[in-house]
């Protein structure tokens, strides 16, 4: 057909229009507009309304005043404050290394091919999927001075005489979460760290054989660089994770005996609901923010692909 | 550098049995190739001299020792493997250096083995790159760099280039066979390809079906194949096989195929009369006769490639292919008449397929 196709006559007004609708920048920044709104809405809303708070005298009932630092100040002086601080920082660090050793070994054991391999994945997932609350509970049992099953157990093996009491002393209590966090942790890490070995391609332990490497090498030189994007990422996430836990401290202790074992965000809602002191609490939850955007910092720069990830992937 | 012998050696994934009872013996620099059909065993052997699969029987002898319960890293052999199996996260020069790290070699004497190797395979610019920044071509490299730098007793490759475009590929070939001539090294290579057998091997060995066809050099296998597989296999169009009855007149020996068509044996055939055969001729082997002389055919298409032209014709109700280096003039569907070289006919027992 040789009809040849006339540009449509449209007003100069409406050309401009389309043009500048059709411009990537303006078209990506219209297209963000309605995620963007109810991020802003959802997320820094109540991040901003807290950390606000963090700056008034506000109680439950009565609305407060701008007081500038003072909260901080007060805290700045508060022992139990600070022994919050002392607990998170222990039982982030100390939980988030044991879940990762033992995530890790779980994963290599996983990655190997072990008789029921299907099932036993299952198995390992479970302590993830049972909601939090009746973990605890079940830990609270547990752990109880009279009906303790582990105490019960050490006795009639006679390996103590008196029963341990796991939550009434602070240090044997500060394990005992810790335990309790390790156990309902190493599932996502296990996981997460066995899609990562899955990835790994089988002619690369092989190539290392043959190059020499023994089982250790072959951990050292190929798994664990392999590993190493996948890990950053999931350790970044265990970190926020454990440091902002609440759940597990709540339902089994309550951050008792006498504080022992209050996280920041256990003390935080401690003193702001049950204490009617909101003002106060959203400045400890505050207080856990830098520590968290060091986290993320840390995690930016993990995440980031490393050089030899870059280019075409066509092997 | 040593030989490699295979004895007896069988394979089996559980209860299914991949490799028959294998024989091979490889001589000291001597550059072998397995080549059959996908899926008959080939990896799998080659996997078993590397030490990466367990031998179900028989045994494995590398430089006069027995190595079936030695580990990869102690059978000092090296291996290409078909995806290269290149560390991502190293370097090139990384990737060569890695296996004399790990034997703790002097820092220079590892700098200038890399650098030789680098050298030889053009990578001498690329040392800082990692893998992903490679071209297919250069990654293989890599990979040979990899395998040439520990100065191994045995190359092994699992086509290593069945990743390659097929002009790399006829490049890479040439490459490899001259890094061989002058390394010198016992090579066994790998390959579905039968024209890579053909064009880099010292001697060929022809597998099918977990078992050993034929070994032979490169000519013997093209000039007298053992078996119908094996002549069916190498050769490029391959051989055409036309199904008949030998018949003998006085000093006169043909075969009778079907719809009453003659193919003209050698008086010395070794064939009685009466005999089942299955009459083999390669393209190249079939000359355009003049007038009655030939055996008729009838042109149904036409390739041609420039050097040469394949036309493939029906000839005594079977399809035949003929391969001319002259240019002639056929048109579909043309009468014309083929007549073979009879020194190049070969005759195959029908129900065996053995080579009479
Ligand atoms: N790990 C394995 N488990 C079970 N069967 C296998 C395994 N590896 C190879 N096979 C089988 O062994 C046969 C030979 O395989 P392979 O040596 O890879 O063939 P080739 O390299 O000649 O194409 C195939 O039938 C394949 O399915
Ligand atoms: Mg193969």
Redesign the interface.
């Known amino acids: 057909m040789a009809t040849v196709l006339k540009p449509q006559s449209v007003s100069p007004r409406l050309a401009t229009l389309s043009r500048i609708l059709d411009h990537p920048t303006v078209l990506s920044v219209i297209f963000m507009l309605p995620a963007a709104s109810i991020l802003l809405l959802f997320l820094t809303y109540p991040l901003g309304l807290g950390i606000w708070m963090g700056f008034t005298d506000v109680r439950i009932g009565r609305p407060g005043v701008f007081i500038g630092l003072e909260n901080y100040i007060s805290l700045w002086y508060d022992g139990v404050f600070w022994l919050s601080v002392f607990n998170t920082l222990l039982y982030t660090t100390v939980a988030t290394v044991l879940k990762f050793g033992l995530g890790l070994w779980l994963a290599l054991l996983l990655n190997h091919s072990l008789p029921f391999k299907a099932f036993i994945r299952a198995i390992v997932l479970l302590p993830y999927i049972i909601p939090t609350v009746l973990s605890a509970i079940a830990f609270w049992w547990i752990y109880d001075a009279q009906f303790s099953i582990i105490s019960w157990s050490l006795e009639r093996l006679g390996l103590i005489d008196r029963y341990i009491d796991f939550l009434g002393d602070p240090w044997n209590a500060r394990w005992s979460l810790i335990a309790a966090n390790v156990w309902r942790g190493i599932p996502f890490v296990a996981i997460c760290l066995l899609a990562g070995l899955q990835t790994i391609s089988p002619s690369l332990y092989e190539a290392a054989a043959l190059d020499g490497a023994n089982a250790w090498q072959r951990f050292r030189h190929v798994t664990v660089p392999m590993l190493m994007p996948i890990l950053s990422i999931v350790l970044t996430f265990s970190v926020l994770f454990t440091f902002t836990d609440f759940q597990l401290i709540y339902a089994i202790t309550r951050g008792g005996p006498m504080n022992a074992t209050h996280l920041m965000a256990t003390l935080a809602f401690q003193r702001a609901i049950p204490g009617g002191q909101l003002g106060e609490g959203a400045a400890i939850a505050t207080a856990m923010i830098p520590f968290l955007v060091f986290a993320t910092v840390f995690s930016y720069y993990g995440l980031q692909r490393r050089k030899w990830q870059q280019g075409a992937a066509d092997d | 550098m040593a030989g490699v012998v295979v004895r007896d050696v069988e394979k089996a994934f559980g209860s299914v049995k991949v490799i028959h009872g294998i024989n091979v013996d490889i001589a000291d620099g001597e550059f072998v190739v397995l080549v059959g059909p996908s899926g008959c065993g080939k990896s799998t052997l080659l996997r078993m001299i ?3 699969e367990e031998i179900t029987s028989g045994s494995i002898w590398i430089g006069g020792r027995q190595v079936n319960n030695v ?3 102690d ?1 000092d ?3 290409v ?1 078909q ?8 370097t090139v020069y990384d990737n060569m250096a ?2 004399l790290k ?2 703790k070699a002097d820092k220079a004497v590892i700098d200038e083995r890399v650098r030789k190797a680098a050298e030889i395979l053009n990578l001498s610019d690329y040392l800082q790159r ?4 490679l071209s ?1 071509g250069q ?1 293989q490299r890599v990979a040979m760099g ?1 395998a040439i730098v ?1 100065d191994p007793q045995v190359f092994l490759f699992d086509e290593p280039l069945s990743n390659l475009d097929a002009k790399l590929r006829v490049q890479m070939r040439t490459e490899i066979k001259a890094l061989h001539q002058r390394l010198k090294t016992t090579t066994i290579y790998v390959t579905h390809d039968q024209i890579e057998a053909m064009t880099m091997a010292d001697r060929i060995v022809v597998m099918h079906d977990g078992v050993v066809e034929q070994i032979g050099t490169p000519l013997e296998l093209y000039d007298r194949p053992a078996n119908l597989f094996v002549a069916g296999f190498i050769g490029s169009p391959a051989m055409n096989f036309i199904a008949g009855t030998v018949s003998r007149n006085g000093s006169d020996a043909w075969v009778e195929a079907g719809q009453g068509v003659r193919l003209p044996l050698p008086a010395d055939a070794p064939a009685e009369a009466g005999r089942q055969v299955i009459y083999g001729i390669r393209p190249e082997h079939l000359m355009l006769a003049n007038g009655s002389d030939g055996v008729p055919a009838r042109v149904e298409v036409v390739e041609p490639t420039g050097a040469e032209t394949q036309v493939f014709v029906e000839m005594a109700g079977t399809q035949v292919t003929a391969v001319f280096t002259e240019r002639h003039p056929f048109r579909s569907g043309e009468r014309i008449a083929l007549s073979p070289r009879l020194d190049c006919v070969h005759l195959f027992d029908a129900e065996t397929g053995r080579h009479l």
């Open positions: 590397a030490g990466l580990p990869p890293k059978r052999v090296a291996m493997f995806n290269y199996a290149l560390y991502p996260h190293m890695f296996s790990l034997r990692y893998p992903r920044q297919g990654r990899r520990r």
